[in-house]
């Protein structure tokens, strides 16, 4: 009876790892989903409301190229400014996660930074054509190297959680609710994203202005 038990419980284990690696895939996927929505409606908006974004602003028009070309930002206090950002947002999504209403915030959160996206590339691409497009590239390089694969994996984490804390149970998830391992590997996740993304802030302060100062010789 002892053996029996036990075979049940260590297939029930291998049968939560399986749907939990099925569970990372998918919800990386949903938030790629996510993300496209929000750059979708973003290049939609800039193109209905073109006289909006185009002809009556200044974003990104000659005078904002211009002061781009003549700041030379400071690594030290650019990294300061991005880091004080970066990790506020993040804290907070993490924070958020362990509450009911964190997961629609980060489908929110995950849907604006698209919808941004999409209006700053369609602005870029309308105004200078591929030479918008690659200097849209080079302000998002190298960073997104470190920052894009952080914030999927803030995803992710804060699903995975936040399923675990409030979602019906199983007798397994019921048993990682109340387990020390499953809070010690929340944790260490979430500790080793915090760090990627600090490092993401040191390649944007740092390596980031060199590369945009570089594209913008061409504008």
């Not at 939990?20 to 409606?41: A, D, E, H």
């Not at 209905?48 to 200044?58: F, K, N, Q, R």
């Not at 964190?102 to 489908?107: K, Q, S, W, Y």
């Not at 590239?137 to 803030?154: E, K, M, N, R, T």
């Amino acid at each position: 009876m002892p053996c029996t038990y036990r075979t049940y419980i260590e297939g029930d284990r291998k049968e939560g790892i399986s749907v939990r690696q099925q569970s990372w895939s998918k919800n990386s996927y949903y938030m790629v989903y996510l993300f496209m929505i929000g750059l979708f409606i973003g290049i939609l908006v800039v193109n209905v409301g073109h006289d909006t974004w185009i002809a009556d602003s200044d974003l990104l028009g000659t005078e904002m190229m211009l002061r781009l070309k003549n700041s030379i930002p400071e690594g030290e206090g650019l990294f300061a400014y991005v880091l004080k950002h970066r990790m506020f947002t993040f804290c907070m999504l993490a924070l958020l996660s362990t509450t009911m209403v964190g997961v629609p915030v980060i489908c929110i959160y995950i849907c604006y930074m698209g919808l941004s996206a999409g209006c700053l590339l369609s602005v870029a691409v309308i105004r200078y054509g591929i030479r918008g497009l690659m200097f849209v590239a080079a302000g998002l390089l190298p960073q997104a190297f470190c920052l894009v694969p952080a914030y999927i994996g803030l995803f992710v984490w804060a699903v995975s959680l936040n399923r675990t804390l409030y979602a019906p149970k199983s007798y397994l998830d019921g048993y990682e609710r109340y387990s020390r391992q499953f809070y010690l590997r929340k944790a260490t996740q979430i500790v080793v994203a915090a760090v990627v993304v600090i490092m993401g802030c040191l390649l944007e302060s740092y390596v980031n202005p060199k590369i945009l100062h570089f594209i913008l010789k061409i504008f």
